[in-house]
């Protein structure tokens, strides 16, 4: 056997192409030599902390018109899939609200999540002369819903909910500031940040949020765990930032149960940042056949739950026959 290093700067699986998941584990790929691969060490680190799946709805009432969506989502590892349909007889908003009323078997509002009869899914809805506007994410500890198959509705993924944030004051060559009062946000979250003037250098990226206090948070960069500095006094912008949707897959048990299907008997850790940590001592190529032609080969790590928000940290070692 002979040892072969490779270097994954904390690559998150939704966005790596050196992570990909397959089914039910983890695959490496772009490893070399081809023959076989085998993983001595690496490390997975899941985040603790969630954000939820938002998906917004829209309708305007036609007399006659029909209006669907389907729901689909994992439930206690089944496939769970619920279908709105209903057909308008007047103009008005409010006859649509309360069909999609009776659908989730709850009463909505526009201002807080109602859970539905279901559980695993919750809503807000709203309605103004003949537009209706439905808000529907997952309940927490549930996954994503996918919302599809729509008529006469207007469907949008906006990733999660939306922060603003007023202009802050910085000092050059330190993290930037990141102004909202009373922001709510964990350390841990990922914010996909948009083009802001002042301070630049967060810009078109996604920033793990660091918390400073209950107005103000920094951001840091999730590929080398570097903070985004400010490159001069400028206050920075105002703006809209987007929370990314992140599943809750990063309690300790979770990582745990990776370790032990990797073979490994070590135990995780929760760092402050709000992620579990644990290094997995072995891997194999998953019975998958090698790439002659680029000649690589791909490794497998099994994992025991869905793989969102999984992140391979450092270098792993690895070993391949000669």
């Not at 198959?149 to 603003?164: D, I």
């Not at 990141?178 to 964990?186: A, C, E, Q, R, Y």
């Not at 987007?242 to 990582?255: E, R």
């Amino acid at each position: 056997m002979t040892q072969n290093f490779v270097n994954i700067l904390n690559a998150p699986l939704v966005t790596s192409g050196d992570l990909v998941e397959s089914g039910g584990s983890v695959k490496i790929t772009g490893l070399s030599p081809y023959k076989l691969n085998l993983v001595n060490s690496c490390t997975l680190q899941r985040s603790t902390v969630e954000a939820l799946q938002v998906w917004s709805v829209a309708m305007t009432a036609v007399s006659g018109s029909v209006y669907s969506f389907s729901i689909e989502q994992i439930v206690n590892g089944m496939r769970s899939l619920k279908v709105f349909s209903y057909e308008a007889t007047s103009t008005t908003g409010s006859e649509i609200v309360s069909a999609i009323d009776g659908f989730f078997g709850a009463t909505g509002n526009s201002s807080t999540y109602t859970t539905a009869t279901w559980g695993s899914v919750m809503y807000k809805v709203t309605s103004s002369s003949a537009s209706v506007t439905l808000t529907i994410s997952q309940v927490s500890g549930e996954a994503f819903p996918t919302v599809a198959n729509a008529s006469n509705t207007t469907v949008t993924n906006g990733m999660g909910t939306v922060v603003t944030v007023a202009s802050g004051a910085n000092t050059s060559g330190q993290p930037i500031i990141f102004k909202k009062v009373g922001h709510g946000l964990v350390s841990g979250q990922l914010l996909l940040v948009p083009t802001l003037t002042g301070q630049t250098a967060a810009n078109g990226l996604v920033g793990r949020v660091n918390v400073v206090d209950a107005d103000n948070f920094n951001l840091s960069s999730t590929q080398t765990g570097t903070f985004f500095l400010a490159g001069s006094t400028t206050a920075t912008g105002a703006g809209t930032l987007t929370l990314v949707a992140t599943s809750a897959f990063g309690t300790a048990a979770f990582v745990n149960a990776d370790a032990s299907r990797n073979n490994s008997t070590q135990t995780a850790t929760v760092t402050a940042n709000n992620y579990s940590l644990v290094t997995i001592e072995s891997g194999s190529n998953g019975g998958e056949l090698p790439n002659l032609s680029t000649r690589t080969a791909p490794i497998h790590l099994w994992v025991s739950e869905d793989a969102n928000g999984l992140t391979l940290l450092g270098t792993i070692t690895t070993s391949y026959l000669a």
